[in-house]
């Protein structure tokens, strides 16, 4: 796949020096472009764009701008753009992305985002095509890492172009519109996203023993690999960890699920939350119930975390209680706009934490 995409950026240049001398091709081998977000360099010609989120910034010059992207095995993947600060929408990988430049604008800032999570495959960026490429000015801003399971990876939540059951089970995923990236755009924040679909804290949504958040985090790619590591240098000023609904949650409703089991959730998040302050010592923790779960449930989810809380009484870690949402994404997710409500609830919230 990478070879054929050597040969397009070929083409294209060739293409381009015909019309516009100034028009041309900026592999990875640029040092302009900024990544965020769990990212490998796989070689000269391509970065991995891991986790939801997980984004390439750049300042662009001309009539116009050609991306080129794709997904692992040729699948067609999708990725949230930004110009200028204005979202253009999710974009499928496997077709041409060609963006107008405004006239008006000398350099343009332009971002590209994840908006896939890590187990659906990686995205690779393979570099742009442009008049020019500068590398952007990037503000010092406080960073919030958003952790959790399929609402916070904005899974099933974008169903305008794919109605659910429509596609791959990831065509409706649109990390940029999750609540998360909502919470940290209204509060001129940037983000991180280590979410996994499927994951609790002790158990998973439809098994009792595969590998938990805690067993993947510290993993590049959220998976079992455990020979890439994630590094762990810029500490976020907030970790917002939502996890909960898997543990809770009674699976398929076929497969044999044991009932909640308190104590064992409760010693693994005391665990996790023990891990975080090993990377980040001076870290504040958001502990946030789920929108998902209600009734009793949520009643066990809010004292587990009010235990974990007590656990450290020397740090500062802060308590959210989501108001229930009914979901109207896809498979009982919530869809853009449930996130969107659901952001409105936690701005307030992360704006006294930031």
Sequence with gaps: ????????????????????????????????????????????????????????????????????????????????????????????????????????????SLSIYKATEATTGTLYFHGIAA???STPEIENRPKIEFIGNSITCGMGADTEEYPCDTGEWYFQHNAYLAYGPRVARALNADFELSCVSGLGMYRNWN???????????????????????????????????????????????????????????????????EMIYKKYPEVKIALLTSPMVSGENHELLLESLQNVKEIFPEKEINIFEFDAVTPNGCDYHPDIEDHELMAEQLIPFFKELL
């Design 1 to 108: 796949m990478i070879q054929k995409i050597l040969l397009l950026l070929l083409l294209v240049c060739i293409s381009c020096s015909e019309t516009s001398k100034k028009f041309q091709t900026f592999t990875t081998q640029n040092n302009a472009y900024k990544y965020s977000g769990r990212t490998e360099k796989i070689n000269d010609t391509a970065v991995a764009l891991i986790n939801s989120g997980a984004s390439v910034k750049m300042q662009v010059s001309g009539d116009s701008v050609q991306i080129f992207l794709s997904g692992e095995n040729q699948q067609p993947f999708f990725a949230n753009i930004e110009l200028n600060g204005n979202y253009l929408g999710r974009f499928r990988t496997d077709e041409t992305i060609k963006i107008d430049l405004p006239d008006s604008v000398r350099k343009n």
């Design 131 to 133: 008049e020019e490429v």
């Design 207 to 273: 098994d009792e023993d595969q590998p938990v958040m805690p067993d993947v985090y510290e993993n590049l790619y959220l998976n079992n690999d455990n020979a890439k590591k994630a590094k762990f240098k810029e500490a976020p000023e907030v970790v917002s960890i939502a996890l909960g609904t898997n543990d809770l949650s009674l699976g398929d409703g076929e497969k044999e699920r044991a009932d909640f089991n308190q104590g064992k959730f409760t010693s693994n998040y005391i665990k996790f939350v």
